[in-house]
């Protein structure tokens, strides 16, 4: 019986040692190889975090995108969440620029968008000229995420709450949650049309 049971703890040390290994090497993948990069909207939005300048030319002609938008600035006060340095986002700029046809827009924004954050945004996806779309914050978690949604919601249709949970695959506990300003944004979100008809 001592021996069958030192087996089964081996066995389930080894799955959990095993489990840990892939979701490390997927995170590493995702993060550091990947930027977080996802689609929104096939052939019309995508999300990331901070894209190398010496990769963007490798994206631009693999999604056909004519438009990147950078939620990124410096001096925000929070050097966890918003860690943008200026000299990145000057070489960004700079390696944008030299694509070309490809549009550059800066919008820096907080966690939670402002009224003038949501007028810059809809301003750029407002107009079909310049899609494909990527939407980027520094992370590609957090202000990515959000506008993501705010996109699915205002142009896409989708239900807010239904655009909240689709930024993470378990929105319980993290910051898309309700009870929290990211999640309570979204859960209290109206879109513009909404908003117009009251």
């Known amino acids: ?52 300048p010496d990769e963007i030319a490798d994206y631009v002609a693999k999604y056909k995108i004519k438009s990147i938008l950078d939620l990124r600035y410096p001096g925000t006060g929070d050097d966890v969440n918003n860690p943008e ?39 750029v996806m407002d107009d079909p000229a310049n899609y494909p779309v990527l939407i980027h914050c520094f992370h590609g978690v957090g202000r990515a995420e959000i506008y993501s949604a705010i996109y699915r919601i205002e142009y896409e249709n989708w239900d807010r709450d239904q655009a909240r949970t689709s930024t993470r695959l378990v929105t319980k506990y993290c910051a898309f949650d309700l009870g929290k300003p990211k999640g309570d944004f979204l859960h209290t979100y109206v879109k513009r049309n909404e908003k117009a008809g009251k």
Do not use: C, W
Request: glycine residues 6%; positive net charge; charged residues 25%.
């Open 1 to 52: 019986m001592f021996f069958k049971n030192k087996i089964i703890v081996r066995v389930f040390l080894l799955l959990v040692a095993i489990a840990i290994g892939l979701f490390g090497k997927l995170y590493v993948y995702d993060y550091k190889i990947n930027h977080n990069f996802d689609t929104v909207t096939e052939g019309k939005v995508y999300k990331s975090g901070v894209l190398p």
């Open 85 to 123: 340095i200026p000299a990145e986002l000057k070489a960004e700029k700079l390696a944008a620029a030299k694509i070309k046809g490809l549009n550059h827009f800066n919008i820096g924004s907080e966690q939670v968008p402002k009224t003038e954050n949501l007028k810059a945004f809809f301003k």
